[in-house]
């Protein structure tokens, strides 16, 4: 039987967790807005940013959450042209940042490298 690689399944995210430090947060603020991120939707202790890569590529969206003593950051990207299939599917139209496939790749790998450069500053692994 087929087993789809993590990377090309729809409906996840890349995350990280960590532990909640005002200096990260403000970190990831600063950062958000040095690389092109919007801050789109903020509500309680969650602020969700948008980067739009042109019109040929689909936004990619950041999500910083607090839950407690954590930190969660989630990276993805959201459905274009290629990925409304997935609607069809009934599977929620984002992918996440990993490798594998063909799937967005080029989003995929032009935003995976501007997450990672965060996660540097963070002392957090690399999307690989």
Request: glycine share 6%.
């Amino acid at each position: 039987m087929f087993k789809m690689p993590q990377a090309l399944k729809v409906g996840c995210r890349t995350r990280r967790e960590m532990p909640y430090e005002q200096r990260r947060w403000e970190m990831v603020k600063k950062w958000a807005k040095d690389n092109g991120f919007e801050l789109v939707e903020q509500d309680g202790e969650r602020q969700r940013y948008r980067c739009r890569m042109g019109w040929t590529m689909p936004a990619a969206f950041l999500e910083l959450n607090r839950e407690g003593s954590r930190m969660i950051l989630e990276a993805w990207i959201r459905a274009d042209r290629f990925l409304v299939m997935n609607l069809l599917m009934r599977q929620e139209p984002e992918i996440n940042l990993d490798r594998g496939g063909l799937v967005a790749a080029m989003p995929r790998m032009l935003m995976r490298n501007r997450i990672n450069s965060l996660l540097e500053k963070l002392k957090q692994p690399r999307i690989v």
